[in-house]
């Protein structure tokens, strides 16, 4: 098992917010298709406070998003002409293909944020899947040895499965853990997974993971245990995250996923030059209408992706 620890990450468009990201890590790439998990709050997030989130319409390329909040409430809005609120136990799934532009701000009533945001890569024979918001409420189903999943993408084997598409084979589940309690879940041996401890600490097949950690269980495991504890503690919660490797080499940089340096220097170019392949966001009313990419490095972009490769 290999334990992925958050790097702090200060937010752009969220008044000091700061982040916790596992993924992408010099470690590891990806866990399937995963290519990058932000890990926020809880942080007060009324006006001026630091968990306030305000981000302008900025681009996309090449990914899908998945918003999942634990607390608190975000408007989100895209150049597909979708406008959603997004709340805890509600999947919001955007996707990017060629290109898309989308802003997110906290609503007037949250008073805490706290949550994910994660971007699964699109393979290249999916990359010009139409943009647009999917959206998805999972029920909470029991979980024998004591808590509840909540399955919004993929399968949990013997629990549930998500109606939502994605184009490749993936599994996204908040499991909430019960105090004292033990499960044993099976998965597909297909699969890599990373199981991202949002409260804990919990032990995973035995071995403890710390809040905002991921530990990453390789292809070939048929189950995973987890503990959450001693009975009478505050439980547990983890978001369960799988998928078959994604052996695709891909650039990212930015907000951009392309398959060369080129494309993803094409796609910066373009968003700046305010190019109508990522269309426009209707009724953002921030301060800025825009947020602009920065300067490329000046060593070019180096692929990730594949198995086995560096970051």
Not at 16 to 44: E, K, M, N, Q, S
Not at 256 to 280: L, T
Request: hydrophobic content about 40%.
């Amino acid at each position: 098992m290999q334990i992925l620890n958050g790097k702090k990450v200060p937010l752009s468009g969220a008044d000091g917010l700061t982040v916790l990201r596992t993924i992408p890590h010099r470690d590891r790439p990806c866990v399937g298709a995963w290519c990058f998990a932000d890990h926020y709050g809880p942080a007060p997030a009324g006006p001026g406070e630091p968990g306030r989130m305000d981000v302008p319409p900025h681009p996309h390329t090449g990914l899908q998003t998945v918003s999942w909040l634990f607390e608190g409430e975000l408007e989100h809005r895209d150049s597909s002409g979708a406008v959603e609120r997004v709340r805890p136990g509600e999947l919001n799934r955007m996707a990017a293909g060629q290109g898309i532009a989308h802003s997110e701000v906290s609503t007037a009533a949250t008073t805490v944020l706290h949550g994910l945001q994660l971007w699964v890569v699109l393979p290249s024979a999916a990359r010009d899947l139409p943009r647009g918001l999917v959206r998805h409420v999972p029920d909470a189903v029991a979980l024998a040895g004591g808590g509840s999943a909540r399955v919004f993408l993929g399968e949990l084997i013997g629990v549930d499965r998500s109606p939502v598409t994605m184009a490749t084979p993936l599994l996204g589940a908040q499991l909430d853990l019960e105090a004292g309690s033990l499960l044993t879940l099976s998965l597909d041996p297909r699969f890599e997974y990373g199981v991202l401890v949002d409260a804990g600490p919990v032990r995973v097949d035995g071995v403890e993971v710390a809040r905002g950690d991921l530990a990453v269980v390789d292809v070939g495991a048929e189950t995973l245990t987890l503990g959450s504890g001693d009975e009478g503690g505050a439980g547990a919660r983890v978001v369960l995250l799988g998928g078959e490797p994604f052996t695709e080499e891909f650039v990212m940089w930015w907000n951009f996923v392309g398959g060369s340096h080129e494309e993803v220097a094409a796609a910066r170019e373009q968003w700046n030059d305010r190019d109508g392949r990522f269309g426009e966001v209707p009724g953002y009313r921030g301060a800025t209408s825009w947020l602009p990419a920065p300067p490329l490095p000046s060593a070019r972009l180096r692929p990730r992706g594949g198995r086995g490769r560096r970051p």
